[in-house]
């Protein structure tokens, strides 16, 4: 942590993103250089995974499903083009490079994902987080998220039965998603009305305490059912994020977020080999561009097809050229089952390393690089870059109006849908009431006389 703070500190003068920086200390102090003997790397693993559920508690605890309803076409439709280009661009990069079935599905699976935290950061460092592509970048982003607890248990699965067995993954697919919607069904209609009910009572030190015993008590029951402990404080951080005092959880954790995401990123800098760099050099360079290109390319055609303008696909598709964070959780998962090689870790680190450098300067080129498609573009391909100008103005007027008037959005209206054709309306009302209250009414804050 000493190494951490004065490396993050060098980091921020040369004003580079602080995830850099643990991943240097990490190297800088791992068993590598120093020593089994100084450093246990079995303490580093264990202290990698407290890490990681953390950090998926808190980007938990950042997803809206209000947010999801809101995107709608493009979040999905985005997604599904990113992470299925990315999955069948990956899974040919390693079979062309002699990776045999199994190390070619975990790379892909690294290579799908971009760094929430990375895209949030540079946008903010540029000065576009009002821009109108942030919204629906940050729904992707949070998709991915989810696609990526779901490919770890996919992953983990293939691994343990050491084959592919289409019937299995179904199964295994229809068995998660019962699960999940169960899970986050009964957290939805019991911990928040529980919480509500407890407001008056919980101060700081109660709330969050109550917040992490909830994480671990889901994270046994992930174990307890077979799924990953990761999941379970995904699946945590979502029903608390649609509780009257997600904002104020947040708040909360904030420190502890930054305190686990630093410690589970000096863990995975631990875990390089710096001589390893320099073998598999060519191997880091190939997964950069293939990472660069191919982000860009699904990025962009996934928005532009989900209905969003050509501009503001380019300005999507150009800031998610990053390997994210999930990509060392797969990376780390795939180590603790013993079924990749172990060049990969390091391989991946490093080009999420140059690709996280190069993300703020890629982004700058987005839309240089859209000025230079237009003006060079057909006729015909040039009509269809306005007429969707034209319509995604038109639509964010006709949103303005219905926001100022009684005009129900679409978030209403699927509430509203839901609540007509579900049998017991109690029972809805109370889920709509614990989602949705939150949102139409400012948090109180506790006073003297409630206290």
């Avoid at 770890?152 to 229809?174: E, H, P, R």
Wanted: hydrophobic share 50%.
């Amino acid at each position: 942590m000493i190494t951490a703070g004065v490396v993050s500190l060098l980091f921020k003068l040369l004003k580079q993103p602080v995830v850099l920086g643990y991943i240097v200390a990490g190297i800088l102090v791992g068993p590598n250089l120093f020593g089994e003997n100084l450093v246990n790397p079995e303490h580093v693993k264990d202290w990698g995974e407290i890490g990681v559920l953390f950090v998926l508690f808190c980007i938990g605890l950042e997803f809206r499903l209000k947010n999801l309803f809101e995107s709608g076409k493009t979040a999905f439709v985005g997604v599904a083009t990113i992470v299925v280009g990315m999955l069948v661009l990956g899974y040919g990069i390693g079979r062309l490079s002699g990776l045999d079935n199994m190390n070619s599905l975990f790379l892909a699976a690294m290579l799908c994902m971009s760094s929430t935290t990375i895209v949030m950061k540079a946008v903010d460092e540029a000065g576009l987080s009002k821009a109108r592509f942030v919204k629906g970048a940050t729904s992707i982003l949070i998709l991915e998220d989810i696609i990526a607890v779901v490919l770890m248990v996919l992953l983990s699965n293939i691994a343990i039965n050491k084959s592919f067995d289409a019937v299995v993954m179904l199964k295994t697919v229809g068995v998660l998603a019962a699960t999940l919607i169960v899970w986050f069904i009964i957290g939805i209609l019991v911990i928040p009305t529980i919480i509500r009910k407890a407001r008056p009572y919980l101060n700081d030190e109660t709330l969050i305490i109550i917040s992490l015993g909830l994480c671990m008590g889901m994270v046994l029951t992930a174990e307890e059912a077979g799924f990953s402990s990761a999941l379970g404080a995904f699946v945590m951080g979502m029903v608390l994020a649609e509780t009257l005092e997600s904002h104020r959880i947040e708040q909360l954790m904030a420190p502890l977020k930054n305190v686990f995401a630093s410690i589970f990123f000096v863990s995975v800098g631990m875990m390089i080999d710096p001589t390893s760099l320099v073998t598999y050099w060519p191997s880091i360079l190939i997964v950069a561009v293939v990472v660069i290109v191919g982000m860009i390319l699904f990025g962009t055609l996934g928005c532009w097809w989900g209905g969003e303008t050509m501009k503001d696909s380019m300005q999507t598709g150009f800031s998610f050229v990053q390997i994210g964070e999930f990509s060392f959780i797969i990376a780390t998962l795939g180590n603790q089952l013993h079924v990749i090689d172990p060049a990969i870790y390091p391989i991946i680190v490093a080009a999420s390393v140059l690709t996280t450098f190069l993300t703020p300067y890629i982004m700058k080129t987005a839309v240089p690089c859209y000025n230079f498609l237009y003006s060079h573009a057909s006729p015909r391909l040039r009509s269809k870059i306005d007429k969707r100008e034209q319509e995604v103005e038109l639509a964010e007027q006709e949103a303005l109006t219905a926001n100022g008037s009684e005009t129900p959005g679409k978030s209403d209206k699927v509430l509203h849908v839901v609540n007509k054709t579900i049998i017991t309306k109690r029972i809805v009302n109370l889920f709509i009431l614990n989602m949705s209250e939150k949102d139409q009414q400012p948090a109180e804050q506790p006073t003297k006389d409630n206290k």
